[in-house]
Every structure is written in C-alpha cells, then in structure tokens.
C-alpha cells in the first residue's frame, strides 16, 4: 500500500512540473515557427521548398550563408605622399618643371 501511495505522489508532482513547463514549451514552438517564418520568407518560392524541412540552426546557417550582404570593396592601396606639386606648372622654373612632370601630368588627369 505504501508503495502505491508514494507512486500517487510522485505522479502528481510529475503532473504539476509538466502544467508548468506546457506554457514554455509551447511559446518555444511559436518563436521556433515565427523565426522559421522569417527566414523562410527571404527566399525564393523555389528554395523555400528545398530549405522548409532543414531544422532551424541549420536553416539558421544557410540563410547567413546565402543572403549575408557582401562586404563592399574598398581602396587596399597604402596613403603616401601625393605627387601633385603644390605650385602651378607656371609658377616652376624649367627644372622644377621636369622634377615634377609625373605630378603635373597626374594633376590634368584628375
């Protein structure tokens, strides 16, 4: 008899943890579907259907992956001392000039 009594007890205390864990397992759910939702959503009708059954961290994965933005392309060249002389080409005596011919040239270009 007490073996059942304490069989009762156990099982209502199961009972009790599982009423409070329902609420959180079922708010877990929707942000699951919300999320899969959202990500789903930035796709083409085509690769919804590939990705819809892939488990949600991988769907995760696949999404960054896929749709991250590309960083843009920026200038890798090193700063250095400009070649543009600081006079106009009028101002220059004829050796001043010729020293800074590839500046003056680079200056017209721009």
Known sequence: MEENDQWRELAEERGKQIAELEPIVERAKADDATMREELLSDFSE???????ELPTPALRKVHGKILKPKPAKTDSSVAGVSTTPSKKMSEMSKDERRDNWAGIVAGYTK
């Open 46 to 52: 085509e690769d919804r259907e590939d990705f819809k």
